[in-house]
């Protein structure tokens, strides 16, 4: 579904993605695991259009969408949570959750979108004419991700969904991901919680200052003892 | 008394002129962080193109007046995409010495195209005077500038709060990147603030026009300073905050002039702007945003 080729980014001067490839298919979870300051973010960000890579291709679902504006990318399907929500704090829930749906014109559709938004995240529904910045980390991270889901996303790119959450509101999140997924959201969610996301994902990738250092199977991963030594602790 | 309330009505339409202009550029603000010092030439090309309509085609006030916002919002976008959005990225100082030259340009593009004189406007609406309360005065000609500037400001709070391009708006300017993944196209927000900021100055020209009856290329510069201090006053950025910074800023020069100091209403202007930027540089209606992890 989603394949990236030899991808180099650069921050001005500093070359911050030394050449990755991965690849997302249809119905999977896929993680990328790593430190704080690996690129995990600068690798979502350039997939979705934010960031333009020096180099390198990628393609969703068979297209070339290299250099696609991040707009379009939402039209045709692939959509991100960003690293600390990101929400439009000044405005209320509801308005949040219309905007995810931007491109949909048709109302009724919207308006059928928020209450199935509203039935995953029933909080949500309780507080939809609050400002969505009088809201706590945990229901901000809902309503990001009721709002990206908003534009019926196939491809769903997940950054530190975890960040700076209670481990209970963490779990609840996690399944979250793993009911959206059975549902048929291929995601790609990239975290520095390595044993949450390896518990739920297919496959992961361990990058390290810019490059791909270990793939596999999430369980493998799991196992093995260089992830264990790094990221979980010994 | 009466004097007083004679110049709260004179100040309540000259602010609302001031209110006009401030709404542009808090907006471009909130939008682009760009103080765009050609709006108030902006200002200047709308009146022009009231003048063109009303004096040589002949045509009525509405209909001027509709179209001078119309020109002036396709000017607006046109400035945007040749002379703003290529620095887009850049330091803010290029943008903001950028719409200085841009500035310059339109005052003396125009000053070549229309020769600098002052050019006295047609009277195009009867002036009556209606006497209030014995001794009270308010001309027919500032409750019309009234009544079209309420107009306009309710016209932009529906389209701000309750349309899709509106809400659009907000989300780009609180966060561009975070809109671009709702799929709203950055660019065309950016156009479409330019393009009612710039019809929103040129109905301030058209409305000065007839008010004071006269026009000329650098009529701009003094109002489009006086516009950028309301915005200031009420809180760059925040569109409410530039509605009640006009309306209080006209009302202030109004008593100045009033009461027989009418040499110190440009200073106390200007006083005003270095004092809010020394007490509350946030504006009346700014607030420091708290962020939550």
Redesign the interface.
């Known amino acids: 579904m989603l394949k990236v080729e030899d991808i180099h980014v650069y921050y001005g001067a500093i070359y911050a993605i030394k050449g990755i490839s991965l690849e997302v298919s249809q119905g999977e979870i896929v993680t990328l695991i790593g430190a704080n300051g690996a690129g995990k973010t600068t690798i979502l960000n350039t997939i979705c259009g934010l960031i333009k890579a020096k180099s390198g291709q990628i393609r969703f679902e068979g297209k070339e969408i290299t250099g696609v504006a991040t707009q379009e990318l939402v039209k045709r399907g692939l959509t991100q949570v960003p690293e600390g929500r990101r929400i439009f704090a000044n405005m209320p829930i509801y308005e949040n959750l219309e905007l995810g749906a931007f491109l949909n014109k048709n109302k009724k559709e919207v308006a059928a979108e928020i209450e199935k938004v509203y039935d995953r995240f029933p909080r949500l529904k309780e507080r939809k004419n609050q400002l969505a910045g009088s809201l706590s980390g945990g229901e901000q991270q809902m309503l990001a991700m009721g709002r990206a889901l908003m534009s019926k996303p196939r491809l769903l790119l997940l950054d530190e969904p975890s960040m700076g959450l209670s481990p209970i509101l963490v779990k609840d999140i996690f399944s979250i991901i793993k009911e959206l997924n059975q549902q048929g959201t291929t995601i790609l969610l990239v975290e520095q919680n390595a044993k949450m996301a390896l518990s739920i994902a297919h496959r992961g990738y361990v990058v390290e200052t810019g490059r791909i250092v270990l793939a596999g199977d999430a369980e493998n991963l799991l196992n093995s003892s260089e992830v264990k030594k790094a990221y979980l602790g010994g | 008394m009466e004097e007083f309330i004679q110049q709260l009505i004179n100040g309540i339409s000259l602010g609302s002129i001031y209110a006009l202009i401030a709404l542009g550029y808090t907006m471009v603000y909130g939008i682009v962080k760009l103080i765009n010092f050609a709006h108030g030439d902006i200002y200047m090309v709308g009146a022009y193109l009231g003048f063109f309509a009303i004096a040589i085609l002949g045509w009525p006030f509405l209909p001027s007046l509709l179209m001078a916002m119309a020109v002036c919002a396709v000017l607006g976008v046109v400035i945007e995409k040749l002379a703003y959005k290529p620095l887009r990225n850049a330091p803010r100082i290029a943008a903001l010495i950028t719409a200085i030259g841009v500035s310059l340009f339109l005052e003396y593009s125009m000053m070549l195209l229309v020769k600098p004189e002052v050019r006295s406007f047609p009277q195009v609406l009867s002036d009556v005077q209606y006497n209030l309360f014995g001794s009270l005065v308010i001309s027919s000609r500032q409750v019309i500038i009234l009544v079209v500037t309420i107009a306009l400001m309710l016209l932009l709070q529906y389209i701000v709060h309750k349309t899709?391009i509106g809400?659009?708006m907000?989300?780009v300017s609180?966060?561009k990147?975070?809109?671009?993944?709702?799929?709203?196209?950055v660019d065309n927000t950016i156009s479409f603030t330019f393009a009612i900021g710039s019809s929103l100055a040129a109905a301030a020209g058209v409305l000065v026009g007839i008010y004071y009856n006269a026009i000329n290329p650098l009529m701009g510069i003094m109002p489009g300073l006086k516009a950028f201090v309301a915005a200031v006053l009420g809180g760059i950025g925040i569109i409410p905050g530039a509605m009640a910074g006009g309306f209080l800023l006209g009302i202030v020069e109004a008593m100045v002039s009033g009461y027989g100091k009418s040499l110190y209403r440009d200073p106390v202007a200007f006083i005003i702007l270095i004092i809010i930027l020394i007490v509350k540089p946030a504006g009346l209606f700014g607030k420091n945003?708290?962020?939550?992890?």
């Open positions: 899709m809400k659009a907000r989300a609180h966060d990147q975070a809109a671009q993944l709702m799929g709203i196209s945003v708290r962020e939550k992890v």
